[in-house]
Structure formats: C-alpha cells, structure tokens
C-alpha cells in the first residue's frame, strides 16, 4: 500500500512541476488522469494507515498527495483546505518520528545498561 501512494506521488509530481508550476500547462484529459493515480495513492496510503496508525513515512506520503491536489484544485477555498490538512499531516508525522527516535534511543539505553551489568 505504501509503496502505490509513493509510486502514485511520484507520477503526479512529475506532471505537475516542484511546486505544481505545470498544473496550469496540463489538459483535461492529463488532469484526469492525474486525479485518478491521486485518488489511489491517497486511498492506499489511508488503508496504510488504519493497519499502522503509527505508521509516519505513509502519513508523509499521504501529506505530499494532498499538496499535489491542492496544486490541482481550482477554487482556492479548496486549495487552502488541502494545504491545511497536508501541514496538519506533516506536524503529525514529524511529531510520530520524534517519539520513535526517542522511544528506540531509549531501548538502546537501556539494553547498554543491562549489558554492562
């Protein structure tokens, strides 16, 4: 599932430029196109995530998939939905990552300290 929503991104991204400057130069039917492989990757990286809640790299990728549709979006109160909710993802998952790094370096702490005894 991970590896559809990382897939799915990377296409679209090619299609819309670093920082969706393409988007205004792609027809409808590209477009289409572009929505569908969102649709998918957002679907598979969502199916990621209700397996492994705490499963940062998918809330990452999911994060990058809802900045593609705002470079998509055509209204710009939607656009700035989409924005709020991948800046929502990526606070979530640098969060996510924190605590994990924390959690292991304290597993390895502590596995030093039993093996010193």
Do not use: C
Not at 5 to 26: C, F, M, P, S
Not at 85 to 98: P, S, T, V
Request: net charge negative; no cysteine; glycine share 6%.
């Amino acid at each position: 599932l991970y590896g559809i929503g990382t897939i799915n991104w990377q296409l679209v991204h090619e299609e819309t430029g670093l920082n969706g400057e393409n988007v205004a130069n792609l027809d409808g039917e590209t477009k289409l196109r572009i929505g569908e492989l969102l649709d998918s990757g957002v679907e598979a990286l969502q199916q990621a995530l209700q397996m492994n809640p705490n499963y940062s790299d998918a809330m990452q990728y999911l994060n990058l998939l809802y900045r593609e549709r705002a470079y998509l979006a055509t209204e710009e109160e939607e656009k700035l939905r989409w924005q709020k909710e991948a800046d929502k993802l990526a606070l979530q998952a640098l969060e996510l990552k924190r605590q994990q790094t924390e959690e292991e370096e304290r597993r390895r702490h502590s596995f030093g300290a039993e093996t010193k005894k």
